[in-house]
């Protein structure tokens, strides 16, 4: 299983963009990143997935270059409701059952 | 959708006391996973049942805790005898992957029961 690498903590203001880069260097052919989002008290909640290239949602953006050994989460124009934990996860349809393996994530904080 | 059940929020109880915790899944899924959350050890996944059969519970500390799926609706978790050490947050989540075909599916989590062990 791809083992990720995020920040642990960052900070942001309000209003502006937050790019979280998650690295996994060990990424395998048929592995898709997903990121999730944990607000105190509550279970961790889907965020985004993808592949390659670049997704988007109503929440958040991911980018994924081409060699797909990092992905970055931007999540524009952050609100302080948005301070959360970020988890990446990387995995396939068979491993992510069985080998799920949640890191610290990243603790983003918003300042006002 | 009522989204992933989970009972009781909060428990309290002292050590070598037998805890259940409960959880009901969204209708229509048939992944039922369940996770522990401390400080120390973050997000950890215990168990998780395909179709009401445990798949995998390598992720299950020790004997004194076992899960059960009797029912596509129902599961469980069972701590006994319980200690300070299981204190945390337990979290249950469920998904269905008809729909995803080989893309990793997405996991509804539950609110989680904090369970606290004196």
């Known amino acids: 299983l791809a083992k990720t690498t995020q920040p642990i903590s960052m900070d942001s203001y309000e209003g502006q963009e937050v790019n979280i880069t998650c690295s996994h260097n060990?990424?395998?052919?048929?592995?898709?990143i997903t990121w999730y989002q944990q607000f105190p008290s509550q279970g961790p909640r889907f965020i985004i997935q993808g592949y390659k290239t670049k997704v988007t949602n109503e929440v958040a953006s991911l980018f994924i270059p081409a060699d797909r050994k990092s992905s970055t989460l931007s999540l524009p124009r952050v609100s302080l409701s948005d301070t959360a934990v970020y988890y990446c996860?990387?995995?396939?349809?068979?491993?992510?059952?069985?080998?799920?393996?949640f890191g610290p994530g990243t603790s983003l904080s918003v300042i006002p | 959708d009522a989204g992933v059940i989970q009972s009781p929020r909060h428990e309290v109880t002292e050590m070598g006391q037998e805890v259940t915790l409960r959880c009901k899944p969204i209708s229509g899924h048939n992944s039922l996973f369940w996770y522990r959350q401390t400080m120390m050890r973050g997000l950890e996944l215990l168990i998780y049942f395909n179709n009401n059969v445990p798949i995998d519970d390598s992720g299950m500390p020790e004997d004194r805790f076992s899960a059960k799926m009797p029912n596509a609706s129902f599961s469980t978790l069972k701590i006994q005898p319980s200690e300070p050490r299981d204190s945390a947050v337990y979290f249950c989540?469920?998904?269905?992957?008809?729909?995803?075909?080989?893309?990793?599916?997405?996991?509804?989590f539950g609110p989680g029961t904090r369970l606290t062990v004196l």
């Open positions: 989540a469920s998904s269905y992957p008809g729909l995803a075909g080989d893309r990793p599916d997405t996991q509804y």
């Open positions: 060990n990424i395998a052919t048929n592995d898709y």
């Open positions: 996860l990387v995995g396939d349809r068979e491993t992510s059952y069985d080998k799920v393996i």
